[in-house]
Structure formats: structure tokens, C-alpha cells
């Protein structure tokens, strides 16, 4: 009875909302997190459908950077 993949990417979208709103208070974010939350933000960056999340290929300790 884990999370589903809808109620994660409600969460970490939220988070990341968050962080967006409160851009002024610093320049540069750094998050350390797995591919997971990093499919997540691709896909919603990219206004993705959700189905497509694993068309997001992350390999291992790859790095992702996000300019907004």
C-alpha cells in the first residue's frame, strides 16, 4: 500500500511549486533525490502526460540540471 505514482507526483510538484514561489529568497537550488522525483520534475517541466514518465531515462548518479 505504497504511494501511487499520481499521489507522488502531486507531492513533489507541490514541493517544487513551493520552491518556485519562493525564488527570491535564493538564487540557486540544489536538490539531491532519486530518479524517481527526477522523472517527475522532467515530466512536468516538459508538460508531459503522465504516461510517458519513463520515457525519462536517468541513468545511475546522473545529474540533472533544470534552469528556469
Known amino acids: ?6 499521489q507522488m507526483q502531486k507531492r513533489v510538484v507541490s514541493f517544487f511549486l513551493e520552491l518556485l514561489e519562493n525564488k527570491q ?3 540557486k537550488t540544489l536538490l539531491v533525490t532519486h530518479a524517481g522525483v527526477i522523472r517527475i520534475l522532467l515530466n512536468y517541466v516538459a508538460k508531459a502526460p503522465l504516461n510517458e514518465l519513463f520515457e525519462f531515462k536517468i541513468d545511475f548518479g546522473e545529474i540533472k540540471k533544470i534552469v528556469l
Not at 500500500?1 to 499520481?6: A, D, I, Q, R, W
Open 25 to 27: 529568497s535564493h538564487k
Open 1 to 6: 500500500n505504497g504511494e501511487s505514482v499520481k
